[in-house]
T-cell receptor
């Protein structure tokens, strides 16, 4: 089975530009998580979805960040406008609590650099 | 504020020795406990999970859980240079609308010296 798929793997953009990160969870998993990781702050939960519905977005830093999950197999995280402090690795993870497991499986991440 | 605490390290262990990684958590209602390994530039990957008090062994890895002390540890026997990585402890907790989410520690960097 394919794991969590993220694209792009690397993104370099200029301050003020819009950035869209994409994620395809593991088939059959009904929970999806967006994380951000930096050396200073470690792994931070930004938002998570259950059954395509956003449950907790308290980790989203500010209104410049938005996330959607239009169907069970696709989610996006958008930053508009981007700022240099948004530079980080963004991970998507999925799990299947309906199957009795809250183990999260991570995608390879998107390394974002905002110049 | 629900928290998971880990010593950031680095923890340096000679090859062949036992590496011991520790984690404490604040939420007494937590029921699932996870250890992930993260190599530099890679994503976290699951090593083990444990739900019950006591020890759980998987190959060279042993997870230990003590809910009374709110303490979970990971032992790596016969440490190899390939075990050098950052180890993340994660603990589940009730989030919004009684949905579970994981609270993550900052990770312990482990260095195995040949």
């Amino acid at each position: 089975d394919a794991g969590v798929i993220q694209s792009p793997r690397h993104e370099v953009t200029e301050m003020g530009q819009e950035v869209t990160l994409r994620c395809k969870p593991i088939s059959g998993h009904n929970s999806l998580f967006w994380y951000r990781q930096t050396m200073m702050r470690g792994l931070e939960l930004l938002i998570y979805f259950n059954n395509n519905v956003p449950i907790d977005d308290s980790g989203m830093p500010e209104d410049r960040f938005s996330a959607k999950m239009p169907n069970a197999s696709f989610s996006t995280l958008k930053i508009q406008p981007s700022e240099p402090r948004d530079s980080a690795v963004y991970f998507c993870a999925s799990s299947s609590p309906l199957a009795g497991s809250d183990t999260q499986y991570f995608g390879p991440g998107t390394r974002l650099t905002v110049l | 504020q629900k928290e998971v605490e880990q010593n950031s390290g680095p923890l340096s262990v000679p090859e062949g020795a036992i590496a011991s990684l520790n984690c404490t958590y604040s939420d007494r209602g937590s029921q699932s406990f996870f250890w992930y390994r993260q190599y530099s530039g890679k994503s976290p990957e699951l090593i083990m999970f444990i739900y019950s008090n006591g020890d759980k062994e998987d190959g060279r890895f042993t997870a230990q859980l003590n809910k009374a002390s709110q303490y979970v540890s990971l032992l790596i026997r016969d440490s190899q240079p390939s075990d050098s990585a950052t180890y993340l402890c994660a603990v589940n907790t009730f989030g919004m609308d009684s949905n579970y989410q994981l609270i993550w520690g900052a990770g312990t960097k482990l260095i195995i010296k040949p």
